[in-house]
């Protein structure tokens, strides 16, 4: 390469990774700008049972949801009779659609009939929507999710929005419904007579990666982060299964263009759907609800069933 080629390919890479740290700084200086709204809102009283949204019902109608069935190789992991079906949901904001408690109910009557062998859901329970209503309490929302009741369990994680809402309280309506919520902790379930660990990240530590890294290796494991940016932190040589929302799938996607933005530093290349590195597979969904406004365009919200299968590994020769 000569000299001036490889002058450009650094001036390429300076002017590539200033225009990120640019775009980081902006989102960052927005979301700050969001919370301290959102904050407002989320601490006056939630007691909307029902999801209504009053004058702005004809703005928040959710679009149509779909049923996703993801099949995921996961090499090391045990050969299983059959499938392994994992339930997940996440971005629920329940309320910031119309009618959204009666919408809510209906999606995890459809989810339930799926027959998944565990529930895992990905963070975000409540609307901070900045306008138009549907405040709907924590409890209202667990006590719906309490009524899937697969054999393994369900386990949660919180989002952010829940965190600027209280942790605490919903992690509390959470459990009194029955979930296990997984904050920075690790639980075990037992399928076919393998040990599976299901480990669940904090919103705040979902870039830390000792709690990633410490948690028992070996065993097949399931990794909830709430941001898709956590999966940077995982090892390419585990075969581990990490299942995240956020994103939205970016909310709104232009034809041709894809998702503009993530929220997160996730490459956008994360922002919806499978991803593989190594051995490890990334699931990130576009989630139920929606956040800053009420609107989706070009990616439906969306129930998720993944099928896991395990594949012998083959050791790389020398
Ligand atoms: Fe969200």
Redesign the pocket.
């Known amino acids: 390469m000569s000299r001036t080629r490889d002058n450009l390919v650094i001036h390429d890479g300076l002017w590539s990774l200033s225009c990120r740290m640019l775009l980081r700084t902006v989102r960052k200086a927005f979301s700050a700008l969001t919370t301290s709204f959102e904050r407002r809102v989320t601490a006056r009283p939630f007691s909307d049972s029902r999801g209504d949204k009053g004058w702005w019902t004809w703005l928040s109608r959710a679009p149509a949801h779909r049923v996703s069935r993801v099949r995921v190789e996961l090499a090391g992991w045990p050969r299983f009779s059959r499938p392994f079906r994992v339930l997940f949901l ?2 629920l ?1 329940v309320g910031s659609h119309t009618r959204d408690v009666e919408r809510l109910t209906r999606i995890t009557t459809a989810a339930a009939e799926l027959q998944p062998d565990l529930m895992c859901l990905g ?2 329970y409540i609307n901070g929507l900045l306008f138009g209503g549907g405040r709907v309490p924590p409890e209202t929302t667990a006590a719906i999710l309490g009524r899937v009741k697969p054999p393994l369990g369900s386990f949660a994680i919180l ?3 829940d965190e600027i809402y209280g942790g605490a309280s919903i992690a509390h309506a959470l459990r009194d419904a029955g979930l296990t919520v997984l904050l920075d902790e690790a639980a075990r379930i037992t399928f076919e007579g393998n040990e599976i660990t299901i480990l669940g990240v904090t919103p705040d530590r979902a870039r830390s990666p000792e709690l990633i890294r410490d948690a028992r290796m070996g065993l097949p494991r399931i990794v909830l982060a ?1 941001d898709p940016a956590a999966f940077a932190l995982l090892p390419s040589d585990a075969a581990d299964l990490m299942l995240c ?4 799938g970016g909310q709104i996607q232009l034809p041709l263009l894809g998702p503009l933005v993530n929220m997160s530093d996730a490459p956008l290349a994360w922002t919806y759907g499978h991803v593989v590195k190594g051995y490890c597979h990334l699931y990130v969904t576009s ?1 139920l ?3 800053l406004i009420p609107l989706r365009l070009g990616i439906p919200p969306e129930i998720v069933l993944i099928e896991v299968h395990g594949v012998i590994r083959y050791q790389k020769s020398d």
């Open positions: 996440s971005d904001h963070g975000d989002g952010d929005h709430h929302g956020h994103t939205h989630g609800g929606t956040s």
